[in-house]
């Protein structure tokens, strides 16, 4: 278990808090490029890290990222005109390029230069594999992007969906570093149902191997087969949101970021992607994203009001009680919802002082203290947390197989994981259909 005070230290992201500030040392994935679609298009209400923001396209087409409040009274420029190379609020019509700096002032006399005093609060974006990112740290110039090898593939080598959970970051961060959880939650009751009911290994006791890295850290999580081979799951957290879980039987690559909204709102962008060719059908449903429109409500125009999913708290997740006592062990339909749900049952922010943690949760535990040392010593120190200065270090990838029995999964899998081959490790179907 943590503290309490361990457990304010994960879990609070708002400014001037440990870990809100090491958030802010990294560019975070803040909306979708196709949400602003045009030059001079319909602003957009954004929240980030606990801060209500205005986001604008430009008429040349870049991008701005804005507090909400006008300089002047207040106002949200959220109503603002979107014009002429910057946003303009409509209540005494001052105007803000996306640098902040107020352009006009036609409330002031023409002689006045009161304007060329006023600077807004703004953050640097930029747009990279169909994707808005924001930097809202303190350099004037932000670090380098990280180099996520999905960034750098054609368009049909990859996909990014969206969805909002109603929760703390970290406790749905968790889910993805928490390997035990697989045959349970997500679990099909019999070994000779389809896999598309779920997954399924007579193994649930995972034995863990946890290696730190230089970018955060990966595991290898073993199980032993029926024919002198031993099953692998590797997964990878890298500093401060990043994680892959294993790969798909066909070389896709899964992950997830987790953009912490504020203290109890986590928008979770799913990525799956393949090194070697376009995406294929089979895994991309697998995994239960990419139905756009048919999974979440429509969208509002509140700092909290896109990519809602349809299956949540209010529904219960569209649970199916019959599902669950003759097919499955949840009876949720589908991968995402079993997640979610699990994460926001939880609470908006879990009491981690109530927990009481085994052996197969050593690298939620691991995870977890990384990140508090990592906080601490940027607010102590100033010390510049792993990975900032270092976007090389992002280009890693997660695996699954089978190996020989005692063969090291750092030897097996190495070269596949860090790119050095895209030869797709041999993947056991049977236990990893998902």
Same mark, same amino acid.
């Not at 008429?59 to 300089?71: D, P, Q």
């Not at 809202?136 to 380098?144: A, C, F, L, S, V």
């Given at each position: 278990?943590?503290?309490?005070?361990?457990?304010?230290?994960?879990?609070?992201?708002?400014?001037?808090?440990?870990?809100?500030?090491?958030?802010?040392?990294?560019?975070?994935?803040?909306?979708?490029?196709?949400?602003?679609?045009?030059?001079?298009?319909?602003?957009?209400?954004?929240?980030?890290?606990?801060?209500?923001?205005?986001?604008?396209?430009?008429?040349?087409?870049?991008?701005?990222?804005?507090?909400?409040?006008?300089?002047?009274?207040?106002?949200?420029?959220?109503?603002?005109?979107?014009?002429?190379?910057?946003?303009?609020?409509?209540?005494?019509?001052?105007?803000?390029?996306?640098?902040?700096?107020?352009?006009?002032?036609?409330?002031?006399?023409?002689?006045?230069?009161?304007?060329?005093?006023?600077?807004?609060?703004?953050?640097?974006?930029?747009?990279? $594999?169909?994707?808005? +990112? *924001? %930097?809202?740290?303190?350099?004037?110039?932000?670090?380098?992007?990280? #180099?996520? /090898?999905? !960034?750098?593939?054609?368009?049909?080598?990859?996909?990014?969906?969206?969805?909002?959970?109603?929760?703390?970051?970290?406790?749905?961060?968790?889910?993805?570093?928490?390997?035990?959880?697989?045959?349970?939650?997500?679990?099909?009751?019999?070994?000779?149902?389809?896999?598309?009911?779920?997954?399924?290994?007579?193994?649930?006791?995972?034995?863990?191997?946890?290696?730190?890295?230089?970018?955060?850290?990966?595991?290898?999580?073993?199980?032993?087969?029926?024919?002198?081979?031993?099953?692998?799951?590797?997964?990878?957290?890298?500093?401060?949101?990043?994680?892959?879980?294993?790969?798909?039987?066909?070389?896709?690559?899964?992950?997830?970021?987790?953009?912490?909204?504020?203290?109890?709102?986590?928008?979770?962008?799913?990525?799956?992607?393949?090194?070697?060719? $376009?995406?294929?059908? +089979? *895994? %991309?449903?697998?995994?239960?994203?990419?139905?756009?429109?048919?999974? #979440?409500? /429509?969208? !509002?125009?509140?700092?909290?009001?896109?990519?809602?999913?349809?299956?949540?708290?209010?529904?219960?997740?569209?649970?199916?009680?019959?599902?669950?006592?003759?097919?499955?062990?949840?009876?949720?339909?589908?991968?995402?919802?079993?997640?979610?749900?699990?994460?926001?049952?939880?609470?908006?922010?879990?009491?981690?002082?109530?927990?009481?943690?085994?052996?197969?949760?050593?690298?939620?535990?691991?995870?977890?203290?990384?990140?508090?040392?990592?906080?601490?010593?940027?607010?102590?120190?100033?010390?510049?947390?792993?990975?900032?200065?270092?976007?090389?270090?992002?280009?890693?990838?997660?695996?699954?197989?089978?190996?020989?029995?005692?063969?090291?999964?750092?030897?097996?899998?190495?070269?596949?994981?860090?790119?050095?081959?895209?030869?797709?490790?041999?993947?056991?179907?049977?236990?990893?259909?998902?």
């Amino acid at each position: 278990m943590l503290s309490a005070s361990d457990n304010e230290m994960l879990t609070r992201v708002g400014r001037g808090t440990p870990m809100g500030d090491l958030m802010r040392q990294y560019w975070l994935p803040a909306v979708q490029s196709a949400e602003l679609p045009d030059a001079d298009s319909d602003p957009l209400r954004v929240r980030l890290l606990g801060e209500d923001l205005i986001m604008f396209r430009d008429t040349r087409g870049k991008i701005g990222l804005l507090a909400n409040s006008c300089s002047h009274r207040g106002a949200s420029l959220f109503y603002g005109r979107n014009e002429e190379g910057g946003l303009r609020c409509v209540y005494h019509g001052w105007k803000y390029d996306i640098t902040g700096q107020c352009l006009d002032m036609p409330s002031e006399p023409a002689e006045s230069n009161f304007k060329d005093k006023i600077k807004a609060r703004a953050y640097p974006c930029t747009e990279k $594999a169909g994707m808005i +990112w *924001a %930097y809202m740290g303190p350099r004037e110039t932000p670090p380098e992007m990280p #180099h996520f /090898e999905w !960034t750098e593939l054609p368009e049909d080598q990859f996909v990014v969906t969206p969805a909002l959970r109603a929760c703390n970051w970290m406790q749905a961060l968790e889910g993805d570093i928490d390997t035990s959880h697989l045959y349970f939650l997500h679990g099909r009751l019999n070994p000779d149902d389809s896999p598309a009911l779920g997954v399924y290994h007579q193994d649930r006791h995972p034995h863990l191997e946890i290696i730190h890295t230089d970018y955060g850290i990966v595991y290898g999580a073993s199980r032993d087969e029926a024919d002198a081979t031993t099953y692998w799951r590797i997964t990878q957290f890298g500093f401060p949101i990043f994680t892959l879980f294993p790969m798909n039987d066909d070389g896709g690559v899964p992950g997830h970021m987790w953009t912490p909204l504020d203290d109890t709102h986590t928008l979770v962008w799913t990525v799956i992607w393949n090194p070697t060719r $376009a995406k294929s059908d +089979w *895994a %991309y449903s697998s995994l239960g994203i990419g139905r756009g429109d048919r999974d #979440h409500l /429509e969208n !509002t125009t509140e700092g909290l009001g896109r990519w809602r999913m349809r299956a949540n708290k209010a529904n219960d997740y569209l649970i199916d009680r019959d599902l669950q006592r003759t097919k499955t062990f949840t009876g949720i339909p589908t991968i995402p919802m079993q997640d979610q749900a699990m994460n926001e049952s939880m609470g908006a922010i879990y009491d981690r002082t109530n927990e009481h943690l085994g052996t197969s949760d050593s690298m939620v535990i691991q995870v977890r203290r990384r990140l508090i040392r990592a906080a601490a010593e940027l607010r102590d120190h100033g010390t510049i947390p792993p990975g900032v200065d270092n976007p090389e270090w992002y280009d890693y990838r997660s695996a699954s197989g089978t190996l020989p029995k005692g063969e090291s999964w750092i030897d097996g899998f190495g070269d596949w994981i860090y790119g050095r081959s895209n030869v797709v490790p041999e993947v056991n179907l049977r236990v990893t259909e998902r």
